[in-house]
């Protein structure tokens, strides 16, 4: 007789629904991301994604359905909770202090996540890996544009990983050459082990790292399947609401891991954001 080993899903959601006051946002969601794979999230404009990402790490509530966290049902739990079973959300703005410097807000995450002796070591890897960031080490991190910042919260899931990390539309805005080191941050995360979900406007960004694709539409699945499939589901979803167009197949980019890292400047008048946890 053979013994199959269950592994549990770093993240399984069945027959979720949710919603915001009367409005109703997810439909009967259902699908699994197995460990260390990478699932991405596509969908039109208002499909559920952003929703999705914050049912998954306990922003906002359940209203049917069970989520379930590496095998453990987290329905209902608090957020803060779910982020100490290791599931990370990015961006979301929490962890960073406006006030902070951009190194004392990476030493107190380390600080906490990795322990006091190994922050010189973690400081060490966050700048190998975004060197924009070394740049402005002693700049307060609330005058970071929106895309340093976002690499500033990546860097804290990157030098230490969880088992499970939410990428919610990580290259909003940003220039092509911070999206490139924004996927190579991605990239390097998924070494470590960690299960990604990545939220992605840019298709072809997203397909290039993904193993697997789960595609919304009015709160709905459409399609869960490998990445294969999703361009074609994409298509049809848009030729449904009357706006067929022609995607861009994969595309393959060169390797500029360590290209500089430029940034879109930012409104001067940017609200300063305050700690949002
Ligand atoms: P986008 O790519 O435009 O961000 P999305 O696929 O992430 O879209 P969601 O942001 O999850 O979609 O929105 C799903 C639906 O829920 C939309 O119809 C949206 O208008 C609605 N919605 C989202 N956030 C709220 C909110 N805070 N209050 C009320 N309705 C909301």
Redesign the pocket.
Known sequence: MTTQSFVAPALQFERVDAA?GV?R?LFGVSFAVAPGTVKALL?S???????LSRVATGLVPTTAGTVSIGGVDVTGREAFQIARMGAAHVPEGRGIFSDLSVEENLTLLFRQRAGRKCVGECLMRAYDAFPILKDRRKQRAGQLSGGQQRLLSLANVLVVPPALLIADELSLGLAPIVVDAVYDGLREIHRSGCALVVVEQQIDRVLDIATEALV?EH?AVVYDGPVAGALRAVEEVLAARGESRQLSPVASRPQNGNAPVADRPEPKDRPNEGRSS
């Open positions: 915001y409005y946002a969908g404009n208002g499909a559920g994604k952003s929703t919304l709160g």
